[in-house]
């Protein structure tokens, strides 16, 4: 596989985890936690772009 089509893979992957932690943030968060909880999907999003970011430089 190559290192291009692992990027995108991986991006598409993260992509949709992101989506999925605010339909759950949605859902099952109360109302007053909501924007509390759609801050903390969106900071692991970052966070794990920025790990798979890094594994991919380590790659060759």
């Known amino acids: 596989m190559s290192k291009k089509s692992m990027e995108i893979g991986m991006s598409c992957g993260l992509v949709f985890l992101m989506i999925a ?4 943030v949605q859902m099952a968060a109360p109302e007053p936690l909501r924007p509390a909880g759609f801050v903390l999907a969106v900071l692991a999003f970052i966070l794990l772009m920025g790990g798979a970011g890094f594994k991919l430089m380590n790659i060759e």
Request: glycine fraction near 0%; proline fraction near 0%.
């Open 21 to 24: 932690l605010m339909i759950v």
